[in-house]
């Protein structure tokens, strides 16, 4: 079971948004800035989409936005497009010391 | 452009040692602030973080793991390794290697995964 809390699945159609939710608790996403998302298509390397909440890398497009409300994180994707079909997954730092790295289960995003 | 890409047997047994390494291209291991990760992913589950080393030679590991696991740091080869021992089918996965930002505490190179199997 993993730390955080993702849906299994999302889908959506081209052109219209989607939101992915990442539940955790106060100490990690509740209590810190550090939730990060990751885009993964099946055997490839995962890619890094955004960081610390908001933040995203050079060359990543704008349609990604991430958000962040009590223990709960969200990416947004807006103006769906069939490259975006992967699995999506979040991350946080965690205050736990034995455990300073926490992942959500994942959500597959489907592109009807 | 930083690349990472992980090395090593395909197939372990039972109660063996996973020995696995990451070769750092496009930037040195020691430079800068990183932690060197390893991730796995079972299949059909999320994500699982095993551990990390940093560039000063500290290392965290999950708990859930610590008592097989070892990650060792080679600069002079821009390398770092995962040792896991006593290994079970539980085992099973797709193990990556990534740089993780101190800054921002989050992975910002990845390597592409590799496949390791515990089969007799």
């Known amino acids: 079971q993993s730390a955080l809390t993702q849906p299994a699945s999302v889908s959506g159609s081209p052109g219209q948004s989607i939101t992915i939710s990442c539940t955790g608790t106060?100490?990690?996403?509740?209590?810190?800035?550090?939730v990060s998302w990751y885009q993964h298509h099946p055997g490839k390397a995962p890619e890094l989409m955004i960081y610390e909440v908001t933040n995203r890398p050079s060359g990543v497009s704008n349609r990604f936005s991430g958000s962040k409300s009590g223990n709960t994180a969200s990416l947004t994707i807006s103006g769906l497009q069939a490259e975006d079909e992967a699995n999506y997954y979040c991350s946080s730092y965690s205050s736990n010391n034995s455990l300073p790295v926490v992942f959500g289960g994942g959500t597959k995003l489907t592109v009807l | 452009q930083v690349q990472l890409q992980e090395s090593g047997p395909g197939l372990v047994k039972p109660s063996q040692t996973l020995s696995l390494t990451c070769t750092v291209s496009g930037g040195s291991i020691s430079s800068g602030s990183y932690y060197w990760s390893w991730i796995r992913q079972p299949a059909e589950k999320g994500l699982e973080w095993i551990g990390r080393i940093y560039t000063s030679g500290s290392t965290n590991y999950n708990p859930s793991l610590k008592s097989r696991v070892t990650i060792s740091v080679d600069t002079s080869k821009n390398q770092f390794s995962l040792r896991l021992t006593s290994v079970t089918a539980a085992d099973t996965a797709v193990y990556y290697c990534?740089?993780?930002?101190?800054?921002?505490?989050?992975?910002?190179?990845w390597g592409q995964g590799t496949l390791v199997t515990v089969s007799s």
């Open positions: 106060s100490s990690d996403i509740g209590d810190y800035n550090y």
């Open positions: 990534a740089r993780h930002r101190a800054e921002t505490l989050s992975f910002d190179y």
